[in-house]
């Protein structure tokens, strides 16, 4: 029996309102855009010398309307409206939305610009949409159900897949860097990497491919705004990759009142995949540089990590098309949510289509395996156990 893909993901999908809202605006955002792209139109330069299309003010207009009207307390940071002195306090929580990234691209037709659209809590993107509609592949994710790829067909989502940075090849790093501002090759920052190729695209198209293990790193030794990185942040993050300042602290969002740069201006960057790369690109400053920055010393960790996450998602998998019966998987105590976490990203988003079963750590170890097997027994599940023989000396301590 084989796990079916949904022909369509649940865009009302009670567990993430705001993602379906998101989803939903990128995809109407697309529509706007792509008939304003078939046809002759306006482009004005704006004070920053940046092109403004009339794409750009209708995009955003649309996509505004949809979230404020959904969510009327969560404050909305929009690249438009900012130019024009709106920019509302956004406290710990708010959106950012660049309704049209790459309007250099958009205007030379090369089809790789993108609808952005992020939710900030606390200073992290922690949900993604990036929808680029001339290229028909949408991009979202989100800290509680990792990321996901997929097709846009007549306005729909077809053929979502789940995506996950990858490990580094052993051929090298495929680098990839703006079309429009240059890829950082050549740079001296670059030097300890094996670099086996170079990619330009546009937009925030650079974070996707490194999201879904088409690259490796996206270096930007250059300025940008916090609405043209953070919906692509969101989904390099849920896909198991990391987006480091300079100095390898994560980026942070909501920067204001900036001594050196407006509001909402974004220092350089890299966004990297697999974290064995993070020691690579942010050494310490001087051999008595003993304590690391964020993630510097755990980069290793974090890639074996990413593999175990990946290897337990296939397992998941696996099992869900391999038996017949219901199977029920089970939990101790606080693996649960771990699990959970697990299953979620395997499936979504589909539900999960076996029951979990979650046993008490108040209890025994006999009481544990008895209320184990007679659920099984009773609900006629088959039952997968995975036993760590390493472990078995101490389990046997608690009977």
Not at 119 to 147: C, M, N, T, Y
Not at 158 to 171: D, F, G, Y
């Given at each position: 029996m084989d796990q079916q893909t949904p022909a369509s993901p649940s865009l009302d999908r009670q567990d993430n309102p705001i993602l379906a809202v998101a989803l939903e605006a990128a995809l109407a955002a697309g529509v706007k855009i792509i008939e304003i792209y078939g046809r002759e139109f306006s482009v004005e330069t704006k004070a920053d010398a940046s092109p403004l299309t009339e794409a750009d003010v209708a995009a955003e207009t649309l996509i505004i309307d949809r979230l404020a009207k959904a969510f009327p307390d969560i404050p909305i940071i929009a690249e438009e409206a900012v130019a024009n002195g709106i920019a509302p306090e956004c406290g710990s929580r708010f959106f950012l939305v660049d309704p049209l990234d790459g309007s250099k691209e958009f205007i030379a037709r090369n089809g790789e610009f993108t609808v952005n659209i992020?939710?900030?809590?606390?200073?992290?993107?922690?949900?993604?949409?990036?929808?680029?509609?001339?290229?028909?592949?949408?991009?979202?994710?989100?800290?509680?159900?990792?990321?996901?790829?997929?097709?846009?067909?007549?306005?729909?989502?077809?053929?979502?897949?789940?995506?996950?940075?990858?490990?580094?090849?052993?051929?090298?790093?495929t680098l990839v860097g703006s079309r429009s501002h240059g890829s950082g090759k050549g740079d001296s920052r670059l030097s300890e990497l094996k670099i086996a190729s170079f990619v330009s695209v546009g937009s925030s198209l650079k974070f996707c491919l490194v999201a879904e293990g088409g690259a490796d790193i996206y270096p930007r030794f250059g300025r940008t705004m916090e609405w043209d990185t953070a919906a692509g942040d969101a989904i390099l993050r849920a896909?198991?990759?990391?987006?480091?300042?300079?100095?390898?602290?994560?980026?942070?969002?909501?920067?204001?009142?900036q001594a050196h740069d407006s509001d909402f201006a974004n220092g350089e960057f890299w966004a990297v995949g697999d974290g064995a790369l993070v020691a690579k690109i942010c050494p310490p400053a001087s051999a008595n540089d003993v304590e690391p920055?964020?993630?510097?010393?755990?980069?290793?960790?974090?890639?074996?990590?990413?593999?175990?996450?990946a290897e337990s998602i296939e397992i998941f998998r696996e099992v869900a098309a391999s038996f017949e019966r219901p199977v029920m998987m089970y939990s101790i105590g606080k693996d649960s949510s771990v699990l959970l976490h697990l299953a979620r990203k395997a499936f979504y988003p589909s539900r999960i289509p076996f029951p979990l079963l979650h046993i008490d750590t108040t209890w025994n170890f006999a009481e544990m395996i008895a209320f184990r097997d007679a659920m099984a027994e009773r609900f006629g599940f088959e039952l997968i156990v995975h036993t760590n023989p390493e472990l078995l000396p101490e389990i046997g301590a608690l009977t």
């Open positions: 992020a939710l900030v809590e606390d200073g992290v993107p922690v949900l993604g949409v990036v929808f680029a509609p001339a290229l028909k592949r949408i991009w979202w994710g989100s800290s509680e159900h990792g990321a996901q790829v997929g097709l846009v067909e007549d306005g729909k989502i077809v053929a979502p897949v789940a995506i996950t940075v990858r490990e580094i090849p052993e051929e090298g790093v896909a198991g990759g990391h987006v480091l300042d300079l100095a390898g602290n994560p980026f942070a969002y909501g920067k204001r009142n920055t964020a993630f510097r010393d755990v980069g290793k960790a974090l890639s074996h990590l990413a593999r175990l996450e």
